[in-house]
């Protein structure tokens, strides 16, 4: 490992950010985490600290959960900090400028949630029917918003196996006076003619406006495209990140172990824990940039490249 990142401990610091900020985002975590690492950086020259970055953000993009969060995060630190190497050649003044850059950024990202709720809020009208998929954050931020504004509506919440994070979402609509039902995830077809919409997060939004999410969502996406129900995204723009998964072997987890040939019998799958929602099934993307159509990612994020 290059100088001045062997005492770096990047998984370390994210552990001790998550404990101290548990409702922060993963990919702003992965952000704070790296630019902790900025400030206690001991390279002497830029070129040495990008080597250090490169490991470092490696390291966290190898996670072994939470991997998605992670890329994104990760992947946006390290293009926000290339654009300025070419400001100075003093590795003092960059790095300070950096922590200064970063730190507003940060605090920028608190808004994010918030702005992404309030778009998708509107959306929301008196009466509705929506089925929500998981715990979202921002989900959860989105309607309780809408409750604030008094719109009345009823939500059927899938039980979210494996993780069974619907459990979650259920108890706190119902504690903000939200009525809300906890369904089997094997229900969705059976009570879709109920509902209004459908209403996912996403772990991460990927270049050809699809996204990843907990797993499950692309076939709760399929059944609302055949019964003509709109599929909306709520998800904030540091979630936006650099993959293109054609289908879903082509995410980064493992692959699952079917149809063993091991003598073993007892051998059991590795099942996902995420999967890849094409774009053709998603209504609209509800960000803090505004209300996207899936093509609308690809523009900003090349927007974000230039």
Known sequence: MASGSSDWDIKKCVRVIVKENPDMSLPVVAVKALLEMVKH???????????????ASQALKNSDSNKISMIAGADLFVTYVTRLTGDTTVFEDWQRRIIENVGGLVTDFGQH????????????NDEDVIL???YSRVVMKM??????KNKRFRVFVTESRPSMSGEKAVKELQ???IPAELILDSSVGYIIHRVD???VGAEGVVQNGGIINHVGTYQIAVVAKATGKPFYVVAESYKFVRIFPLQQDDLPIPAPTYFCT???SAVSPIHPSIDYTPPQYITMLFTNLGVLTPSGVSEELIKYSM
């Open 41 to 55: 950086s001991k390279a002497a020259t830029i070129s040495e600290f990008m080597e250090n970055l490169q490991i």
């Open 113 to 124: 949630r918030e702005k992404a709720a309030e778009k998708g809020m509107r959306f929301i």
């Open 132 to 134: 929500i998929h998981s």
């Open 143 to 148: 309607l309780l918003r809408a409750k604030a």
């Open 175 to 177: 504690e903000a006076g």
């Open 197 to 199: 919409m459908v209403i």
């Open 262 to 264: 091991e003598s073993n």
